[in-house]
């Protein structure tokens, strides 16, 4: 069983700065890719940013610049350094892992999603 847990939104003025944090828990598997999904009201849940077991990342046009994603292989965690906030980045941000466990079965696991509210 893999469970993630995440941290880090809150409230930020515009032009501010969040961090955001991803971590995996349980035993028997092995994480390919981690990824930061956000949906905001109204709108479809959308890809922001990946990286992949060899820190191989991509990311949305909307964020390029702006957001960073690392990862800690070694305790099965992801961060997202947001920075030049804007309202429009306003979403619930979710992280999603692509793994495989120790009987090949491939795993795709969300976490609950973290608020992030970007007003003055």
Do not use: H
Request: aromatic share 10%.
């Amino acid at each position: 069983q893999v469970q993630l847990a995440e941290s880090g939104g809150g409230l930020v003025q515009p032009g501010g700065s969040l961090r955001l944090s991803c971590s995996a828990s349980g035993s028997g598997f092995r994480i390919n890719v981690m990824g930061w999904y956000r949906q905001a009201p109204g709108k479809e849940r959308e890809l922001v940013a990946s990286i992949t077991s060899e820190a191989i990342t991509k990311y949305a046009d909307t964020v390029k610049g702006r957001f960073t994603v690392t990862r800690d292989n070694a305790k099965n965690t992801m961060y997202l350094q947001m920075n030049s906030l804007q309202p429009e980045d306003t979403a619930v941000y979710y992280c999603n892992i692509l793994a495989i466990n120790f009987a090949f079965r491939n795993l795709d696991v969300w976490g609950q999603g973290t608020l992030v509210t970007v007003s003055s």
